[in-house]
């Protein structure tokens, strides 16, 4: 079993900065690709960003690919930066992990955590 524990969000204004943070615990977690996901209020939760398990290979939404940056150390954080932040990017952002994938489908994912809150005001 895999544990996902998000930190980091909170209320920023418009143009700030982000970092989120996702510790894994549980199974060894070499094997496994890990993604970054956002739900808005009233809309479906859509893909921002995932990492191999080596850190190595990376993909982004087309929204993120200029702002956000997906990075992980000791094959168990997986951190989140996101700059420029707009009210548009408020949501909910989870953590998800999956057993050798790293793709953009929400079903690769088998493992989520609790999700965190991000607000930008305008």
């Known amino acids: 079993q895999v544990q996902l524990v998000e930190s980091g969000g909170g209320l920023v204004q418009a143009g700030g900065s982000l970092r989120l943070s996702c510790a894994a615990s549980?199974?060894?977690?070499?094997?496994?690709?890990q993604g970054w996901f956002r739900q808005a209020p009233g809309k479906e939760r859509e893909f921002v960003a995932s990492?191999?398990?080596?850190?190595?290979?990376t993909n982004y939404a087309d929204y993120a690919k200029d702002r956000f940056t997906i990075s992980r150390d000791n094959a168990k954080t997986v951190y989140l930066q996101m700059n420029s932040l707009k009210p548009e990017d408020t949501a909910v952002y989870y953590c998800?992990?999956?057993?050798?994938?790293?793709?953009?489908?929400?079903?690769?994912?088998?493992?989520w955590g609790q999700g965190t809150q991000v607000t930008v005001s305008s």
């Open positions: 990492i191999n398990w080596s850190g190595l290979s």
């Open positions: 549980g199974r060894p977690f070499s094997i496994y690709g």
């Open positions: 998800a992990a999956g057993i050798d994938y790293y793709g953009r489908s929400i079903a690769g994912y088998g493992y």
